[in-house]
């Protein structure tokens, strides 16, 4: 008997482990847009090699593209020049290949839009600004809170994007 209850006091334990690991999963995929988001806005590189290190496991295309995204900031912020190319074409064909796996993504076409806006003429990225915009506009109300309070204040220092276009006609 006494083994007995040890066994259903080992199963309940572990299946309690698995639920809170699934909560935990839950709430730490909830807080990755957010750091995501804010390692982005930063111009801090230690904090942006943090959140490229959470992405190193990624195997869908969309965290590629928020790896892709990372990349191409971290290529704003690099000393030397090869190092800066190197990370911007890197993130470049993350960014463009996620985009490719999910054309609809409108997160990712708001991160390709600020990449783009920021990018220095030279790269010749620069080509789907509008259709980035538009499709932002577009679905800003479908996005989740996160993603539009990163869009409202990308809106504070954009040329491109502002926040009464966010905002529907009347």
Do not use: W
């Not at 020049?81 to 911007?88: A, E, I, R, T, Y």
């Amino acid at each position: 008997m006494k083994n007995y209850i040890e066994k259903r006091i080992a199963f309940v334990c572990f299946v309690l482990i698995i639920m809170a690991g699934s909560n935990t999963t839950l709430y730490a995929q909830k807080l990755e847009k957010a750091a995501f988001y804010k390692a982005m806005a930063s111009d801090n590189i230690d904090e942006i090699n943090q959140e490229l290190a959470t992405f190193a496991d990624a195997g869908t295309e969309t965290k590629s593209g928020y790896e892709g995204a990372l990349l191409m900031k971290k290529a704003s912020l690099a000393g030397k020049p090869k190092d800066k190319l190197s990370f911007f074409k890197a993130g470049r064909i993350k960014l463009e290949t996620a985009l490719l796996a999910e054309p609809d993504n409108t997160d990712l076409h708001f991160l390709r839009l600020v990449i783009q806006e920021k990018a220095p003429k030279i790269v010749h990225y620069r080509t789907d600004i509008e259709k980035d915009k538009t499709m932002v506009i577009k679905n800003f109300k479908t996005l989740s809170p996160v993603v539009q309070r990163a869009i409202v204040d990308y809106t504070k220092t954009s040329k491109v994007l502002h926040t009464e276009d966010l905002k529907p006609a009347e």
